[in-house]
C-alpha cells in the first residue's frame, strides 16, 4: 500500500512539473519581446494556468496525509531551497494573476519582470530539491536533518540551472504548440535553440555528480541511475527533432517527459529509501517508514482514489474545451 | 530570539494574511452563485452585469488567497515538522483530503469559469460556479475539521509516542467543529455582505451611471449581512458550552481549568499552562464588533422606498463599518488559537516539541521575508481590489466578449 501512494505523489510531483513547468517556461520567456507578445503569451497559458499550480498543492497534501514523516524532513530539511521554490511559486501565481489588472504599462512591464524572476526561482528550486535528494542528507539517528549547509555543493547548484534550462525549453515548445500557427516557425526555432542548452545543463550535472562521492554514496539502484541522464537526454533529442520536423504534438511530449522522468527516476535510484543519510548509514528514512500508519493509509484510499477519475477528468475537460492554437477569439484575462 | 517564537509569529502572520482574503472569496462566491443562478432563470443582462463586476473583484481577491493559502501548507513541514512526526497520521488526513477533494477540484474550475465566458454553454457556465463555491465550502469544511482536531484530539491512540488514527468519525463528530465551521461560514457571507453593501453604498454616494445595478447589489449585500450577523452571533455563543468544556484552559477561571492543569502539571512536569491574555482580549473585542455589526438589522426597513440611499447617511455609516468584520475574523481567530496555548494539539503535543530544528537565524530570515513579501502582495491585491470596485461596472475584463479591442492590441507579427 505504501508503494501505490509513493507512485501517486510521484504522479503528482510529476505532473506539477510537466504542467507547472510550461507557466514557469513561459514565465521565463516574458523576458523578452514587446507588451504585444508577452500577452499572447499569457493568453496562451490562460485556461490552464490555475490547473497547473494545484498539481503542486495536491502533492503536498498526499506528502502530509499519507508520509507525514517525509513532509516534517523533507520540507525543513530542505529548508533554503523549498523557500525558494515558494517564493517563486507566490511570485509566478500573483504575478500572472495580477499583471493585466492594471491598465497602465509600466506597471504591467513590471509585474512581468516578477513573473520572471518567480519563473526562474521556482524552477531552479524544484531542480535542487530533486538534486538534493540525489546526494544525501545529514539525517541522524534522532530523526532529524541537521543544518541546511548540505545544500551548498556545486550538484545542486547544477540540478537547479538544469531544471531552469528544461523548463524554459518545455515552455517555448508549449508556445510553439499553443500560439497561432504564424508565430510557430520563429517560436519553434527558439525552442530548438533552448534545447542544446538543457542537454549542456543536463550533461554538466550529470558530471558533477559523477564526480561527487555523496552522490555515488547516495544510489541505491546504480542501474536507475545511469538511465536518468540518458533518458533525459533522449527526450530531449526526440523533441529537438520534432520541432525540426514541425511536430510541437510530439515535441511538447517530449519535453513533458523530460519533466516527468526526473521524478520517477529520482524516486528510482533512492528506493527502497526517500531520504538517504550520508552521516549514519541505519538513518536513512525508507518509503515504508516514511509513510502513514495503516488506518490512515486506507482512509485516504477509500475517500480519495474514487476521487481520481474526477480530478483527472476534470482537468481534461479543461485541455478539451480550450484546445488547439489561441486565435483572435482565445479569451483574454490574464 | 528563538526558534519556536519567530515559527509562531510567522504562522499568526501567514495565517491572518489569508483569512482575511479568504473570508472575502467564501463570502462572494456564494453571492455570485445566487447572481449568475439568478441570471441563468430569468435571463435578465442586469444580473449578467453583476456576476461580472462582482465576479471581477471576487477574482482579484481570490489571487492572495491561493498565494498565502499555499505558504500555509508549506509552513506545516518547513517550520512544524513535530507536527507532523507525532501527530501526522491523524492531522495529515483531513489536510490531504482538502488539497484533493476540494482546492484541486475549485481551482482547476475556476479557471475554466474564468475563461469559459461566451465560449461554454451557459448551463455549463453555471454549474463551474456551483462547482467553484460548493469545492470552497469543502474546503473550509476539511481544514475546520484539522483544526477542531487541534482544539480537541479525538479518535486517535498513542503507540510508541505517535499517535494513530482509530475513529475517523469522531474527527466529523467533535464538539469543536460543527458550530465553529457555522460560524466562519458566517462570518465569511456577514464579511462578504458588507463588502457588496460598502462599494454600491460608494457608487450610489458619487451617483456614478449604473444606479439601479448597485442598488440591487446594496440590497442583496446588507440582506446577506443582516442574516449572517445573526449566525454568526448564535453560532459564536453556542461554542461558548462545548468549547469550555473540551478546553476549560481557553476561557480560564473554572474548578475544571485548575484540575486540569493540575492533571498536566503532573504528566508533562511543571509549567504555564494558561493561554496568553490576548486570546480573551481579543474574544471580548470580537463579540463587540458582533454586537455592533448586528446593528444591520435597522438599516433594513430603511430598504422601503430606496430611503437608505435617499437619507445618504446610511450608506456612508456602511462604507464606515467595512474594516470591522476583518478585525473580527482576526481577533476571533486569536482567541481560538492562542487560546489553546501551549498546546498545538490541545493536551497532547505542546507547541515547543512540534517546532522544526532550524537555525533561528535561517527562521528569522523567512519570517522576515514572507511577512514583507506577504504583506506588500496583500496591499497590492487591495488597491487593485479599490480601483476595481471604483471603476464600476461599465467594461470588466471579466467575460468581456472576445475579439474586444482590447488595451493592448497585438502587432501583427507576435514573434517578430
Known amino acids: 500500500m505504501e508503494l501505490a501512494w509513493y507512485a501517486l505523489l510521484g504522479l503528482f510531483f510529476a505532473g506539477y512539473l510537466v504542467l507547472g513547468g510550461y507557466d514557469y517556461g513561459v514565465g521565463l520567456l516574458l523576458a523578452r519581446g514587446g507588451p504585444g507578445t508577452r500577452r499572447a503569451n499569457l493568453t496562451a497559458l490562460g485556461p490552464f494556468f490555475l490547473g497547473n499550480e494545484v498539481w503542486l498543492v495536491a ?3 498526499i506528502l502530509f496525509g499519507a508520509f507525514p514523516t517525509l513532509e516534517g524532513e523533507l520540507l525543513s530539511g530542505f529548508y533554503p531551497v523549498v523557500v525558494g521554490a515558494l517564493v517563486g511559486v507566490i511570485l509566478v501565481t500573483v504575478g500572472v494573476q495580477l499583471r493585466s489588472r492594471p491598465s497602465g504599462q509600466p506597471a504591467r512591464a513590471g509585474w512581468d519582470r516578477v513573473v520572471v524572476v518567480g519563473s526562474a526561482l521556482a524552477a531552479s528550486g524544484w531542480g535542487g530539491l530533486l538534486g538534493g535528494l540525489l546526494q544525501g542528507v545529514p539525517l541522524h539517528a534522532d530523526g532529524h536533518v541537521a543544518g541546511v549547509t548540505h545544500l551548498a555543493t556545486p550538484f545542486v547548484a547544477a540540478t537547479g540551472l538544469a531544471m531552469l534550462a528544461l523548463v524554459a525549453a518545455h515552455g517555448a515548445t508549449f508556445l510553439t504548440l499553443r500560439l497561432p500557427a504564424a508565430d510557430a516557425a520563429v517560436l519553434g526555432r527558439l525552442a530548438g535553440r533552448l534545447i542544446p542548452v538543457a542537454v549542456t545543463a543536463v550533461a554538466a550535472a550529470t558530471a558533477l555528480g559523477l564526480l561527487s562521492d555523496r552522490v555515488r554514496a547516495t544510489a541505491q539502484q546504480p542501474p536507475a541511475a545511469v538511465l536518468l541522464p540518458l533518458s533525459l537526454v533522449t527526450a530531449l533529442l526526440v523533441a529537438r527533432v520534432a520541432l525540426a520536423r514541425q511536430q510541437p504534438g510530439v515535441a511538447f511530449a517530449a519535453t513533458g517527459a523530460a519533466l516527468a522522468l526526473p521524478v520517477a527516476l529520482v524516486g528510482a535510484v533512492l528506493w527502497p529509501a526517500v531520504l538517504v543519510s550520508t552521516v549514519d548509514p541505519s538513518a536513512t528514512l525508507t518509503v515504508a517508514e516514511a509513510a502513514a500508519s495503516g488506518p490512515t493509509l486506507r482512509l485516504l484510499g477509500w475517500l480519495t482514489i474514487p476521487l481520481l477519475p474526477a480530478l483527472l477528468g476534470f482537468q481534461a475537460m479543461c485541455w478539451w474545451i480550450f484546445r488547439g492554437r489561441t486565435d483572435g477569439r482565445a479569451p483574454v484575462y490574464w | ?24 472569496t467564501l463570502g462572494l462566491v456564494t453571492l455570485l452563485v445566487g447572481m449568475q443562478t439568478a441570471g441563468f432563470l430569468t435571463g435578465n443582462p442586469t444580473w449578467e452585469r453583476l456576476t461580472r463586476f462582482w465576479g471581477q473583484l471576487y477574482v482579484i481577491n481570490y489571487v492572495l488567497g491561493i498565494a498565502t493559502g499555499i505558504v500555509m501548507e508549506f509552513q506545516f513541514g518547513l517550520n512544524w515538522s513535530g507536527l507532523s512526526r507525532y501527530v501526522g497520521n491523524v492531522f495529515g488526513a483531513p489536510l490531504a483530503i482538502e488539497t484533493l477533494v476540494a482546492f484541486f477540484l475549485e481551482s482547476t474550475f475556476l479557471g475554466m469559469w474564468i475563461f469559459g465566458w461566451h465560449r461554454l454553454r451557459r448551463g455549463v457556465h453555471l454549474a463551474l460556479l456551483w462547482g467553484v463555491a460548493l469545492t470552497a465550502y469543502a474546503s473550509a469544511f476539511w481544514i475546520m475539521v484539522a483544526n477542531a482536531w487541534l482544539q480537541n484530539p479525538v479518535g486517535y491512540e498513542v503507540r510508541d509516542g505517535i499517535a494513530h488514527l482509530t475513529d475517523f468519525g469522531a474527527l466529523l463528530t467533535n464538539p469543536t467543529f460543527g458550530m465553529a465551521y457555522g460560524h466562519v461560514v458566517a462570518a465569511a457571507l456577514l464579511t462578504g455582505g458588507i463588502l457588496m453593501a460598502a462599494v454600491s453604498a460608494w457608487h450610489l454616494i458619487r451617483r456614478t451611471p449604473d444606479f439601479l445595478l448597485f442598488r440591487t447589489s446594496l440590497r442583496i449585500g446588507l440582506v446577506t449581512a443582516a442574516g449572517a450577523v445573526t449566525l454568526v452571533q448564535g453560532f459564536g455563543f453556542a461554542q461558548f458550552g462545548p468549547v469550555g468544556q473540551v478546553q476549560p484552559t481557553k476561557f480560564g477561571g473554572t474548578p475544571a481549568a485548575d484540575a486540569l492543569v493540575t492533571e498536566w502539571t503532573a504528566r508533562f512536569g511543571p509549567g504555564d499552562y ?58 476571533g481567530w486569536i482567541a481560538r488559537e492562542v487560546g489553546r496555548q501551549p498546546w498545538v494539539a490541545y493536551g497532547l503535543l505542546p507547541t515547543e516539541q512540534a517546532v522544526s530544528r532550524v537555525d533561528p537565524g535561517v527562521m528569522l530570515a523567512s519570517l522576515i521575508g514572507f511577512s514583507l513579501l506577504l504583506g506588500a502582495l496583500a496591499v497590492t491585491n487591495w488597491v487593485l481590489l479599490a480601483r476595481h470596485a471604483a471603476r464600476g461596472a461599465a467594461d470588466p475584463a471579466l467575460g468581456r466578449p472576445p475579439g474586444t479591442p482590447d488595451d493592448e492590441p497585438r502587432p501583427a507579427p507576435a514573434f517578430a
Open chain 1, 59 to 61: 502533492f503536498v497534501g
Open chain 2, 1 to 24: 530570539m528563538d526558534t519556536l517564537l519567530l515559527a509562531r509569529l510567522q504562522f499568526a502572520t501567514t495565517t491572518s494574511i489569508h483569512f482575511l482574503f479568504v473570508v472575502v
Open chain 2, 274 to 331: 494558561t493561554p496568553p491574555v490576548l486570546s480573551s482580549v481579543g474574544l471580548g473585542f470580537m463579540i463587540l464588533i458582533g454586537f455592533t455589526l448586528g446593528a444591520v438589522w435597522l438599516l433594513l426597513p430603511l430598504l422601503w422606498r430606496d430611503w437608505i440611499i435617499r437619507l445618504r447617511f446610511p450608506l456612508w455609516l456602511i462604507m464606515l463599518a467595512v474594516p470591522l468584520p476583518f478585525v473580527a475574523v482576526v481577533l
